[in-house]
């Protein structure tokens, strides 16, 4: 079992749609980050959070710290927003410098 | 800022042939970091730097070297290239916030092929 699992590993939506992607971890972790990796390949990073919610534009990313638990939601979905989306959480107490990486969710909005 | 540059793009490498991944930030960034990112997986992290001189071993680090002699540079040396190393490589950067996390700034990739 993955140490961050990420549902659903596909999904498609239309033009407009609000968009959740799942991030579970099993592990006691500091921060979680939400990054966006394009067809083209590049990863931009997207949010950081140890707490709560953040939002920036149409996206919002909230944790459940008890529950272990992070949702991404993008709110009217747009074909732009198809991309990879990937979880990745800093485990409290080990290495400052580890991540662990989900697979990803592969996202593709269609007009 | 060009923020994090990694080349080649693209290599096609023949097994036991050597190569260097190059990669820079200009974001004065104290933490480097190399990753693989290999189809149906999660990116693992192959080696990192915490600053000038100083490198460590990540969970992948079998056949890979790595040096950082600058603050801005932190090239990923493939000895004796294998077919196992054909992945897609990825550079990352970040800064150093004392008891903070600071985001991952990427680069776009080096997809390398060894047949």
């Known amino acids: 079992k993955n140490e961050v699992e990420q549902s659903p590993q596909n999904l498609t939506a239309q033009e407009g749609e609000f968009i959740t992607i799942n991030c579970s971890y099993s592990?006691?972790?500091?921060?979680l980050h939400w990054l966006q990796q394009h067809p083209g390949g590049g990863i931009v990073s997207l949010f950081m959070?140890?707490?709560g919610k953040k939002k920036h534009g149409r996206l919002i990313a909230t944790i459940n710290i008890q529950e272990k638990h992070s949702s991404l939601h993008i709110t009217a979905s747009h074909p732009r927003d198809s991309a990879v989306y990937i979880c990745?959480?800093?485990?409290?107490?080990?290495?400052?410098?580890?991540?662990?990486f989900g697979t990803g969710t592969l996202l593709a909005v269609q007009p | 800022n060009a923020g994090v540059t990694q080349t080649p793009k693209f290599r096609i490498l023949k097994i036991g042939q050597s190569m260097t991944l190059q990669c820079t930030q200009d974001?004065?960034?104290?933490?480097m970091y190399w990753y693989r990112q290999d189809p149906g997986m999660g990116l693992k992290l192959i080696y990192y730097?915490?600053?000038?001189?100083?490198?460590d071993k990540g969970e992948v680090p079998n056949g890979y070297n790595v040096s950082r002699s600058t603050t801005e540079d932190f090239p990923l040396r493939l000895e004796l290239a294998a077919p196992s190393q054909t992945s897609v490589y990825f550079c990352?950067?970040?800064?150093?916030?004392?008891?903070?996390?600071?985001?991952?700034?990427f680069g776009n990739g080096t997809r390398l092929t060894v047949t």
């Open positions: 974001m004065n960034h104290n933490y």
């Open positions: 592990v006691g972790i500091s921060a």
């Open positions: 730097s915490v600053g000038a001189g100083i490198t």
């Open positions: 990352a950067s970040r800064a150093q916030e004392a008891g903070k996390n600071s985001p991952l700034h």
């Open positions: 959070l140890s707490s």
């Open positions: 990745a959480v800093r485990w409290r107490g080990g290495a400052t410098n580890k991540l662990i």
